[in-house]
């Protein structure tokens, strides 16, 4: 089975700068994809960015990137010029792709870390 | 565009009770999915459907039962409720074919048992 840890239950940052969110996974898979998604205390899952795990280039979305290392399977989130809307939890996730049977069973998630941005 | 509906979006339920939570999308995905998201934790699948008439459990399905009749419906049964399903419940749906990856999220139901 596949598992996502994310080591930082909180992080904080100022206004302005720069955070960078740890998240590593198990699998045995060679097909798969990788998620950041936010949380605001709204509720609503915001996908953030996404990484296919045969593509060697590492995503970016406007201020967000990630850092895709996948022989070491670690997935880091970067937000620069972090904004007072960043604040959320945020929450990386795993899923298998096509290759590796088709993903139905959906995403694993690890346990979020809840990123606090002081102004 | 609606996307992925749940209802209700609150609910209070006394021990014992049962009830439903609806799920509907409208955006033609084969696969639906089930969530429970427990305070400070990370989503754990309750059941998921791959098409009309089939389904399957995920990680924690206990206390949980599913029906998949339709495309576009896939409601959450809690037949006795218990304490340890108070937790917020989310629904989410992705296409099977031209797949990104990426599921597409209700707003959630928060459910409380007392």
């Known amino acids: 089975a596949q598992t996502v840890t994310q080591s930082q239950p909180e992080m904080s940052v100022q206004e302005a700068e720069t955070v960078t969110l740890s998240c590593t996974y198990d699998?045995?898979?060679?097909?798969?994809?990788l998620f950041w998604y936010k949380q605001p205390p709204s509720r609503q899952m915001i996908l953030v960015i996404r990484q296919e795990a045969y593509k060697q280039q590492n995503a970016t979305e406007n201020r967000f990137s990630v850092n895709f290392q996948k022989a070491a399977k670690s997935f880091s989130l970067k937000i620069s010029d972090s904004q007072l809307g960043d604040a959320a939890m945020y929450f990386c996730?795993?899923?298998?792709?096509?290759?590796?049977?088709?993903?139905?069973?959906?995403?694993?998630f690890g346990k979020g870390t809840h990123l606090i941005i002081q102004p | 565009n609606a996307g992925v509906t749940q209802t209700p979006k609150f609910r209070i339920l006394k021990i014992g009770q049962s009830m439903t939570l609806q799920c509907t999308q409208d955006m033609n995905h084969n696969y639906m999915y089930w969530y429970r998201q427990d305070p400070g934790m990370g989503l754990k699948l309750i059941y998921y459907?791959?098409?009309?008439?089939?389904?399957d459990k995920g990680e924690v399905p206990n206390g949980y039962n599913v029906s998949r009749s339709t495309t576009e419906d896939f409601p959450l049964r809690l037949e006795l409720a218990a304490p340890s399903q108070t937790s917020v419940y989310f629904c989410?749906?992705?296409?099977?074919?031209?797949?990104?990856?990426?599921?597409?999220f209700g707003e959630g139901s928060r459910l409380t048992v007392l």
């Open positions: 989410a749906s992705s296409p099977r074919w031209g797949n990104t990856g990426e599921l597409f």
């Open positions: 996730a795993y899923r298998r792709g096509s290759d590796s049977g088709g993903g139905a069973d959906g995403l694993t």
């Open positions: 699998t045995s898979e060679s097909d798969y994809y």
């Open positions: 459907s791959v098409g009309a008439g089939i389904t």
